[in-house]
């Protein structure tokens, strides 16, 4: 069955700072990928999508991805965070094939130290 | 473009109340979501129309709850009874379908409901 999995509910990095968050997904056929970011009391937002081609993505705010089919995973990162990062991101694997399905991971929080 | 609208933003009602939430979706998106957002089962799909069509309403809780899009720029998503358990942030979010190499769903703000 088709999952994704966000292994980790918090992390915290202090302002400045690197930053990667991890999904992994399970899938038979081509995975197309999505990272949201969900600021507090607000809805979520795309901040990057891998459909095909190159492997590492760049998105809004600085955020890139790299999609790994070997690892299953599509990791997001970002080289300095700032403040304004803390927020919640979700990892989104896109069913093209099973009625444009979006089966959505559980969510990372950030959490930025000042 | 204005984006997804959803109305009321918050609400607070009683235990056996009814409550409509409404969405207005992007004009030309022929796809819409309904999603419910707790802490303890995270982000839900709850029912998913296609020019206005239901398509997939399995996660719809229970009888309690109904959707209806009577057109392309209008949803409501209805709760009747309302239980305590409902309580959580309602999102609506929609989708242009007829590009399909995007898959992008632009949601709207939620509207927190709470239930006493």
């Known amino acids: 069955a088709q999952s994704v999995t966000q292994p980790d509910i918090h992390i915290t990095v202090s302002e400045g700072a690197s930053l990667e968050l991890r999904c992994n997904y399970s899938y038979g056929a081509t995975p197309y990928l999505f990272w949201y970011v969900q600021s507090p009391g607000q809805g979520l937002q795309l901040l990057l999508k891998?459909?095909?081609?190159d492997t590492l993505v760049q998105g809004i705010k600085g955020f890139e991805a790299e999609f790994k089919r070997s690892q299953s995973s599509f990791n997001l990162r970002k080289p300095s965070v700032h403040w304004s990062d803390a927020a919640e991101y979700f990892c989104a694997l896109y069913l093209m094939d099973s009625n444009y399905q979006l089966i959505w991971g559980a969510g990372t929080k950030l959490i930025i130290k000042p | 473009d204005a984006g997804v609208i959803q109305s009321p933003r918050h609400e607070v009602t009683e235990m056996g109340q009814e409550v409509t939430l409404r969405c207005k979706p992007i004009s030309g998106h022929n796809s819409l979501f309904w999603y419910r957002q707790t802490m303890m089962r995270g982000l839900e799909l709850l029912i998913y129309?296609?020019?206005?069509?239901?398509?997939?309403d399995s996660g719809m809780p229970e009888d309690r709850f109904s959707a209806k899009m009577p057109n392309a720029s209008f949803s409501t998503l209805k709760i009747q009874p309302s239980e305590p358990r409902d309580s959580a942030v309602y999102f609506c979010?929609?989708?242009?379908?007829?590009?399909?190499?995007?898959?992008?769903?632009?949601f709207g703000e939620g509207s927190r409901l709470t239930v006493l």
């Open positions: 979010a929609s989708r242009n379908d007829r590009a399909l190499y995007t898959g992008e769903l632009f």
């Open positions: 891998y459909f095909s081609g």
């Open positions: 129309f296609n020019n206005n069509v239901p398509i997939d």
